[in-house]
């Protein structure tokens, strides 16, 4: 971790007042905090702009595992990328859906291929890449 | 406008430096100013959330113009709320196609129905609904 | 404008009950339209993501023009850039408050820097570019 | 799982080219799951919209696991709403770098303010809510 820098920030009485409702209702205790989650939210997402980005990212799919071969197939696809795909949660959500979650890792580009191929396959009722971060120099 | 806080916040150098760095290149020459668009960015989120916020929006349409009868629906439809909408820019892309901004004010609730309908009209290429302020306390 | 293909897809009835709903409240009275627009609002996506993309976009800003010398500094940056600018609406919201937009095309890449520049400058509270296209082949 | 429906679309054969183009980057061999994917995302970002509705989401944190009682208050803070967290996967992402995907469900509104109390925990250097669904009716 760096050192700290303690810096003057210049806002309007009003918006500022408004801002520390925001982050109370979000359950910040320390203004400082939500001025570095903001930082670190823009920081995250300029990251993924460049495909050659190390980054990290979750896939959460949620799916029918009675829908033949499905579960195969998403195995499949898992174990031919293992090599970025760290780990993986299941969640069965009632008798017949399941809910997974994927921790990927890698370059930017690489890591949407393999989010695509596998919100893609059929019978995958709802997929999302969820941009996250290496966590490094954050 | 209200008088202005100086308040202190505290992040860590590494982190600073890369915001300095993402800033610079958004044009931004103060970082007061750039911390005070992160909040209002929040802030004007926040409001749409309220469908009985009072906000102000803009809504980018695409068109063909050459579509039989689109102008004249989206005209009228316009003239029905025109209450709710401010100005309309119009703008000749090239031979067929059109764009069409409008500023539109109201609760947020109405200004969404609004923008439902003239985005979802026939003929109608791409339209969004921008989501931004009346101004007022941010 | 191209002909038309008629093309078959397959829908858990379940499924499309719900989206008929959903695009009704929309005020989509055509399915075939609504189903063109989630794929034009793809496409647009997409070609925003290559910087070298003609696009069409807008930049929505809000301020005071009472702060001293912005209104010269937005109109200085505009005429800067006037190949890529090709007309601006301007809107007096109230006492204090003006909304401008701007018809922005070119370049993505160009057309981001130039949102980014308009967008940065200290004394505008709020603005967004918005994605849209050129409407061609759309 | 529902019967099938077999619907009629009509798109202009340039646009559907464009489409098949797209999904087929995406990795879709099939054009009816691409729509219903459309589809799907569409009703979960609706359902997400009512504080009272069902939902399942995704909590991603990135953290250090350095920073004093970060741990200690992450798994209280879970303990005390373990009702809406299914499960939660740590994945050790270098010396000092966790990330944290929980498995949240319950009522819109309540998810959301778990998921805010998570993100914004001091020594959360990044923090995500996916908005996903129980499958059911998807």
């Known amino acids: 971790m760096s050192e700290l820098s303690r810096i003057g920030v210049a806002i309007d009485s009003d918006l500022l007042e408004k801002f520390d409702r925001l982050i ?10 939500a001025f570095r989650d903001l ?13 050659d980005s190390n980054v990290v990212g ?4 949620v799916y029918d595992h009675h ?7 998403l195995t499949d696809l898992q174990h031919s990328h293992f090599h970025h795909i760290l780990s993986t ?8 859906n399941c ?6 890792k890698g ?7 393999i989010a695509d191929a596998l919100i893609s396959t ?14 490094a120099g954050l």
């Open 24 to 33: 109370a209702s979000r359950g910040y205790t320390n203004r400082s905090e």
């Open 39 to 51: 930082i670190r939210e823009e920081l995250v997402q300029k990251t993924w702009e460049r495909p």
């Open 58 to 61: 979750t896939v959460t799919l």
């Open 67 to 73: 829908v033949r071969l499905l579960n195969e197939k």
């Open 89 to 96: 949660l299941h969640v069965h959500l009632d008798h017949d």
């Open 99 to 104: 809910l997974e979650v994927l921790v990927v």
């Open 107 to 113: 370059k930017a580009g690489v890591v949407k291929k």
């Open 122 to 135: 059929k019978g995958v009722k709802h997929g999302r890449l969820t941009l996250t971060s290496t966590g």
